[in-house]
Protein backbone atom coordinates (compact mmCIF):
# COMPACT_ATOMS: atom_id res chain seq x y z
CA UNK A 1 0.00 0.00 0.00
CA UNK A 2 1.12 3.17 -0.77
CA UNK A 3 0.37 6.33 1.90
CA UNK A 4 1.74 9.96 2.29
CA UNK A 5 2.60 11.88 4.82
CA UNK A 6 2.14 16.01 4.82
CA UNK A 7 5.82 15.51 3.17
CA UNK A 8 6.10 12.58 1.37
CA UNK A 9 4.86 8.90 0.42
CA UNK A 10 6.07 6.01 2.09
CA UNK A 11 5.37 2.27 1.26
CA UNK A 12 3.41 0.56 4.36
CA UNK A 13 0.67 -2.48 5.45
CA UNK A 14 -0.82 -3.18 8.30
CA UNK A 15 0.48 -6.69 9.89
CA UNK A 16 -1.86 -9.24 10.50
CA UNK A 17 -4.63 -7.46 8.22
CA UNK A 18 -3.23 -6.25 5.23
CA UNK A 19 -1.79 -8.65 2.80
CA UNK A 20 2.36 -8.85 3.27
CA UNK A 21 4.05 -7.36 0.34
CA UNK A 22 7.34 -8.22 -1.49
CA UNK A 23 10.08 -6.18 -0.29
CA UNK A 24 8.47 -7.72 3.16
CA UNK A 25 8.53 -11.06 2.47
CA UNK A 26 11.56 -11.20 1.31
CA UNK A 27 13.29 -10.41 4.55
CA UNK A 28 11.70 -13.04 6.36
CA UNK A 29 12.75 -15.12 3.71
CA UNK A 30 16.82 -13.39 5.06
CA UNK A 31 15.70 -14.47 8.25
CA UNK A 32 15.98 -10.16 9.09
CA UNK A 33 11.89 -11.09 10.11
CA UNK A 34 10.92 -13.45 12.05
CA UNK A 35 6.75 -14.50 12.35
CA UNK A 36 5.11 -15.59 15.43
CA UNK A 37 1.67 -16.39 15.91
CA UNK A 38 0.59 -18.40 19.08
CA UNK A 39 -2.25 -19.22 20.49
CA UNK A 40 -3.59 -19.99 24.07
CA UNK A 41 -7.00 -19.75 24.45
CA UNK A 42 -9.19 -18.01 25.14
CA UNK A 43 -6.35 -15.37 23.06
CA UNK A 44 -4.29 -15.01 19.85
CA UNK A 45 -1.44 -13.11 19.84
CA UNK A 46 0.28 -12.71 16.30
CA UNK A 47 3.41 -10.59 16.18
CA UNK A 48 6.71 -10.03 14.26
CA UNK A 49 10.70 -9.11 15.41
CA UNK A 50 12.32 -7.09 13.33
CA UNK A 51 16.05 -6.69 13.42
CA UNK A 52 17.74 -3.58 12.06
CA UNK A 53 21.34 -2.86 12.68
CA UNK A 54 21.84 -5.41 15.54
CA UNK A 55 18.20 -3.93 17.45
CA UNK A 56 14.89 -6.17 17.89
CA UNK A 57 11.94 -4.56 17.25
CA UNK A 58 8.49 -5.64 18.48
CA UNK A 59 5.93 -5.47 15.86
CA UNK A 60 2.19 -6.36 16.87
CA UNK A 61 -1.09 -7.36 15.07
CA UNK A 62 -2.19 -4.13 13.35
CA UNK A 63 0.53 -1.70 13.96
CA UNK A 64 1.78 -0.39 10.19
CA UNK A 65 5.34 -1.88 9.23
CA UNK A 66 6.80 1.36 6.68
CA UNK A 67 9.56 0.90 4.22
CA UNK A 68 11.97 4.16 4.46
CA UNK A 69 15.16 4.61 3.19
CA UNK A 70 15.49 0.80 3.11
CA UNK A 71 14.59 0.09 6.29
CA UNK A 72 12.02 -1.43 8.27
CA UNK A 73 10.26 0.58 11.01
CA UNK A 74 7.14 -0.21 13.22
CA UNK A 75 4.70 2.46 13.88
CA UNK A 76 1.30 1.96 16.47
CA UNK A 77 -1.95 2.05 14.55
CA UNK A 78 -3.35 5.95 16.16
CA UNK A 79 0.26 7.52 15.68
CA UNK A 80 0.11 5.95 12.16
CA UNK A 81 -3.17 7.22 11.40
CA UNK A 82 -2.86 10.66 12.59
CA UNK A 83 0.10 11.16 10.33
CA UNK A 84 -0.57 9.26 7.44
CA UNK A 85 -3.37 9.14 5.00
CA UNK A 86 -3.98 6.28 2.42
CA UNK A 87 -3.19 7.18 -1.48
CA UNK A 88 -3.29 4.11 -3.27
Do not use: A
Amino acid sequence: MIYKSKYNFIQCFQYGIEEQPEWFTDRVRRREVILHNEKYLPFTSTYCLIYNKGKRIECKYGDYILLYNNELVVINKIIFEILYERVE
